[in-house]
């Protein structure tokens, strides 16, 4: 099935314009899939998933966050996680205003499944989580528990000072990200709470998350351990769970890691696990 792209916007409550790309099928849609990226994780990373998607009737919709365009955007935002989480409040609402009657699906990634209570999610017909578990450090998946610390207390700090940006990317860890970005997800990996350090109302606000949700997690994970995505998913305390948890042996010997399953070698298990979820 063929499709179309569009290039959009959506104006943020500070004035801003927040582009975002629609892949719109041939024909009426099945339905309409909002991707939400993972920290440090372009949109461009997603093409392949939302293609697949628009080539099988879903209107698919992928944006990238504030100030990560360049390095340059990077150096000149004032965005933190906060920030993000507001803007994609509205970009669900305008993505929800233009689905009129057709059903939203949420697939978030990482990040993008930590921040529903954070968005109207009652535009939601259902949600679909990828390798999304809190980011406490004593949480982490045992390769990087023990760097955790490190990373946040002498790495980021001192690397954000010195190139006014984190440069991720050329340190190999995480990727790049605007200084204020990395400095409150900092804090908040350092606390039990994970972000409630920064709002204590956030367990009532899961719990007001009602939408159907189905978790995939694998557990070659280098980031999140399984008691991560449990801590995560386990606030969802009002939402209608399946959770799905995978290994290299279940699935042919493939690996699957924190990114993995957006790579386009995959799209047999997008069809299998992801698109019985979709409009649900």
Known sequence: MEYDTRHSSAVADDGRALAYVTLEPAGTPRGVVLVVPAMATPSTYYAPFARHLAGRGWRVVTF?????????????????????????????????????????????????GQMLPFVDHTR??????????????????????????????????????????????RLRVIGDLPAGVVRQWGRWCLHDGYLEVDHPEAPALYAEVKAPLMSLSFTDDEL????????????????????????????????????????????????????PWLAR
């Open 64 to 112: 990238d966050y504030r100030g990560t365009e360049s390095r340059a955007a990077m150096k000149a935002s004032t965005a933190d996680v906060d920030r993000w989480f507001a803007d994609v409040r509205v970009l669900l609402d305008a993505v929800a205003d233009e689905a009129g009657d057709l059903p939203v699906t949420w697939v978030g990634h990482s990040l993008g």
């Open 124 to 169: 939601l017909a259902s949600v679909v989580t990828v390798a999304a578990g809190d980011g406490y450090w004593r949480r982490n998946a045992p390769r990087v528990r023990w760097l955790a610390p490190l990373i946040w207390l002498a790495l980021a700090p001192v690397a954000t000072r010195v190139a006014g940006y984190y440069p991720g990317s």
């Open 224 to 275: 999140m351990s399984a008691a991560s995505i449990e801590r995560l998913h386990d606030r969802y305390t009002g939402a209608e769970q399946v959770r799905q948890r995978f290994g290299p042996h279940q699935l042919d010997g493939r690996r699957m890691g924190h990114h993995g399953f957006f790579r386009s070698a995959h799209a047999d298990l997008w069809e299998e696990l992801v698109e």
